[in-house]
């Protein structure tokens, strides 16, 4: 079993739509939880970035941590043909002071966005 | 240049063959990473530099792979007698910090896809 777990999709919405993504994970050592973007054949570029549990709003996008279940949100809200992309979540721990940035990624979730 | 820089950005070899990977960091990043991402799946971590120092390998699949930063700035993978199961996009990844809590500030480049035959 893979320490993080996505469902790869395909989602397809509507333009205007919320969309709902969702990462589960396993190692309870992870605190930092990460959302990338990725469009195709081009690197992952960070959208939200969120320490340990709650909620963080920036512009259309809320990210949701909830340690005690083990389980991560990204919502998009008034989706745009433009948020078409595989959307990748990201977590990284603390273990042994040892915090360089070493990230463990979801499979994705590709989306669609159709006007 | 403005941001993380790889070359090449496709690469075919013929099973057996050797290949090298480059990648430019921003500049001043302190931190550099590689990533192998295979069709469908998310990047899976393979090894980290702090400047010029290795300081984790575990994620290399076997022996054949090898990276390098000896000057701390450019990276190189390097890929001895690939096999088809090396065919992946390789994802370099530059960050300022060394270390801390902000862990999530990676600069991802467009990835070297390497195709095996």
């Known amino acids: 079993q893979k320490e993080v777990e996505q469902d790869p999709g395909p989602l397809s919405v509507p333009e205007g739509a919320i969309v709902s993504l969702n990462c589960t994970y396993s190692n309870s050592a992870f605190q930092y939880f990460m959302w990338y973007r990725q469009y195709s054949r081009k690197g992952p570029e960070l959208l939200m970035y969120?320490?340990?549990?709650g909620n963080k709003e920036d512009g259309r996008f809320t990210a949701q941590v909830d340690k005690s279940s083990k389980y991560i949100s990204l919502f998009i809200r008034d989706s745009q043909p433009s948020d078409s992309a595989t959307y990748l979540c990201a977590m990284s721990s603390n273990a042994g002071g040892t915090s360089y940035g070493k990230l463990t990624f979801g499979q994705g979730t590709i989306l669609t966005v159709h006007p | 240049g403005a941001g993380v820089s790889q070359s090449p950005r496709y690469k075919v070899a013929k099973r057996g063959q050797d290949v090298a990977l480059r990648c430019d960091p921003i500049s001043g990043h302190v931190s550099l990473f590689w990533y192998q991402q295979a069709l469908g799946q998310g990047p899976e971590f393979l090894t980290y530099?702090?400047?010029?120092?290795?300081?984790?390998k575990s994620g290399l699949p076997s022996d054949r792979f090898f990276a390098e930063r000896p000057e701390g700035s450019v990276s190189t993978l390097k890929i001895q007698r690939t096999q088809q199961e090396d065919s992946a996009v390789y994802l370099c990844?530059?960050?300022?910090?060394?270390?801390?809590?902000?862990?999530?500030?990676?600069?991802f480049g467009e990835g070297s896809r390497l195709t095996v035959l």
């Open positions: 990844a530059s960050s300022f910090l060394a270390g801390g809590p902000n862990t999530g500030e990676l600069f």
């Open positions: 530099f702090q400047n010029e120092a290795q300081l984790d």
């Open positions: 969120t320490y340990s549990s």
